[in-house]
């Protein structure tokens, strides 16, 4: 069995950049302090208000990121017209409401059937891996295998802020539950969304589980211990 990935989704350094509409600090930099450290990929999310991300620092991260590049959209034309044009090694399709604070839950693939597999098909001509962030249920998985996509990734956030051993057990057993359908179905399993030190343990038990992408809770910690050491804390934590 190879060995769980690490995704480390940097949003949130370039939040505090935007903050003071600066240059600091830069995102670039904190994909190789995150690469040299134990990540094997860069998480960013180019949304469409553009409250963090930039265009300009996912074309330089393209050039700099040594792993896979994944980068986290919504069914956007404007977004999906330059992702062909920058040509990741991954996309993510999320949902996107601009008032939100995070992503909220996970893609309604069945609604958008017909337009998932128009634009998976056109990246996947393109050479590009293609994942569809959802929530863990049989039916979604089953539609996302329809779409074509190459991944699912499970959205963790309802366990992950789920309260009370029944509802995380809950929560839980839907994860559990999702992936081993996935595996049986022949599509991939990445998960993300919420994870901390202390809550991707449970995490680890998922089957078929490939790729986890983190950041909010990286980057946090990072402000107390630097970012070099909280991706080290993170991926010992992910038994790797």
Same mark, same amino acid.
């Given at each position: ?28 930099? +904190? ?8 990540a ?25 990121v ?21 040509? @990741?090694?991954?996309? =993510?399709?999320? @949902? %996107?409401?601009? %008032? ?7 893609? #309604? ?13 056109e990246?996947? #001509? ?26 699912? %990734?499970?959205?963790?956030? =309802?366990?992950?802020? +789920? ?5 995380i057990?809950?929560?839980? $057993? ?7 359908? +996935? ?10 969304? $919420? ?6 343990? @449970? ?10 992408n ?18 080290k ?8």
């Open positions: 069995m190879s060995q769980l990935r690490l995704g480390v989704n940097i949003d949130h350094i370039a939040t505090l950049r935007q903050a003071r509409g600066g240059l600091e600090p830069d995102p670039l930099e +904190a994909a190789c302090i995150a690469e040299d450290n134990g094997d990929g860069i998480t960013v999310h180019l949304r469409e208000d553009r409250r963090h991300i930039q265009d300009q620092d996912v074309t330089a991260l393209r050039d700099v040594r792993g896979v590049l994944n980068l986290e959209m919504a069914l956007s034309d404007d977004i999906i017209g330059f992702a062909k044009k920058l040509v @990741p090694d991954q996309i =993510t399709l999320v @949902p %996107e409401k601009r %008032e939100e604070l995070t992503t909220e839950g996970g893609l #309604d693939v069945r609604k958008y059937m017909d337009r998932l597999k128009d634009v998976v098909g990246f996947k #001509d393109l050479g590009i891996i293609v994942s569809l962030f959802i929530e863990p249920d049989i039916d979604v998985i089953d539609a996302s295998k329809e779409a074509g996509a190459d991944y699912i %990734e499970i959205h963790t956030g =309802t366990y992950c802020d +789920a309260r009370g051993e029944n509802d057990l809950h929560e839980l $057993g839907r994860i559990y539950r999702g992936a081993e359908h +996935a595996v049986d179905i022949g599509i991939g399993v990445n998960a993300g969304h $919420g994870l901390n030190l202390e809550n991707v343990v @449970p995490m680890l038990k998922t089957a078929g589980l490939h790729e986890l983190i950041g909010h809770s990286i980057i946090s910690r990072a402000v107390f211990i630097g970012l070099a050491a909280a991706v804390e993170m991926s010992e934590a992910m038994g790797r």
